[in-house]
C-alpha cells in the first residue's frame, strides 16, 4: 500500500505543476449553450483525451420539464468551437434520470452512466459507437439508493463507482459486462460521498484504479483507497 501511496503523491504533485505553471490568459465572454424553457444542470463531458484520439466531443446534462427529468445529450461541431443545434435525447418518460458521467473507451467508444428512480435509484449506462446511441442497461438492481455515478475510462476498461447506504462501490466494465460490485470504504463507515475514480496508467504497468471520496461525518476529510489485487 505504501508504493500505491507514493504513486497518487507523484500524481497529485505532477498535476499541480501543471495546473500553477500556467501562464495567465484571458478568457472568452460565457457563452449559452442549452436554450429554452426547460431547467438544465449536472451537465458533464467525455473531456481529456477525446482530441488526439479523434473522438467526438459530447455534452450530457439533466434537462428537467416540471414533473420530467431525461438524460441529454449535445455534441460539438467538428469546428471544436459551436454545439450542434440538436438535442439527443438519451432518456424521454415519466421517470425522473439523474447525474450524467461520460468516459471515453476502446476504439472510439463512449460510456454514459447516470441514476434512474424507478422506485428507488438504480444505475443505466448507455454506449455510443461512434455511429449510434445502443439501448440503456440496468446496472444495479436492489433495493438500495445508488446515487452519485462517476464512469472513467482507460485503454478497453471502465471503472465506476458510486454511493450506496453511504458507502462507496466500485465495478468494472469489461469485455462487454459489468464485474460484480465491490464496496471499497470500511464496512463499519456510512457517511462517504461524492466518489471519483481514476486509472494512474502512467506511473504503474498494472493500471490499478484509485478512488477518492469525501468522508461527511466530523471531523470532514478527503480519503482514497487504490485496488491492490
Avoid at 462517476?150 to 458510486?162: D, I, P
Wanted: with cysteine; aromatic share 16%.
Amino acid at each position: 500500500m505504501k508504493s500505491y501511496a507514493i504513486y497518487f503523491i507523484i500524481f497529485i504533485c505532477s498535476f499541480s505543476k501543471t495546473v500553477f505553471a500556467q501562464q495567465h490568459v484571458d478568457w472568452s465572454p460565457a457563452i449559452q449553450i442549452t436554450f429554452g424553457e426547460s431547467e438544465e444542470m449536472h451537465c458533464t463531458t467525455n473531456y481529456g483525451e477525446f482530441s488526439w484520439r479523434g473522438q467526438d466531443f459530447f455534452l450530457a446534462f439533466t434537462r428537467s420539464d416540471s414533473d420530467r427529468k431525461n438524460i441529454c445529450i449535445k455534441k460539438l461541431s467538428q469546428d471544436y468551437i459551436t454545439w450542434d443545434d440538436s438535442v439527443y435525447y438519451l432518456t424521454n418518460d415519466s421517470i425522473p434520470d439523474d447525474y450524467p458521467t461520460l468516459a471515453n473507451y476502446g476504439d472510439s467508444l463512449l460510456m454514459v452512466v447516470w441514476q434512474r428512480d424507478v422506485g428507488n435509484n438504480e444505475l443505466f449506462y448507455c454506449i455510443w459507437n461512434g455511429n449510434e446511441w445502443l439501448p440503456a442497461i440496468q446496472i444495479t438492481n436492489d433495493s438500495s439508493d445508488d446515487i452519485l455515478p462517476q464512469v472513467y475510462g482507460a485503454g478497453e476498461r471502465c471503472g465506476l463507482v458510486w454511493q450506496r447506504n453511504g458507502r462507496i462501490l466500485y465495478s468494472e466494465f469489461i469485455n462487454n459486462a459489468w464485474t460484480l460490485p465491490e464496496y471499497v470504504s470500511p464496512d463499519s463507515s456510512t457517511n462517504n460521498n461524492a466518489p471519483q475514480v481514476y486509472f494512474i496508467e502512467q506511473f504503474t504497468p498494472h493500471n490499478p484504479p484509485i478512488v477518492i471520496w469525501e468522508k461527511t461525518s466530523f471531523p470532514f476529510h478527503i480519503e482514497f483507497a487504490i485496488k491492490e489485487n
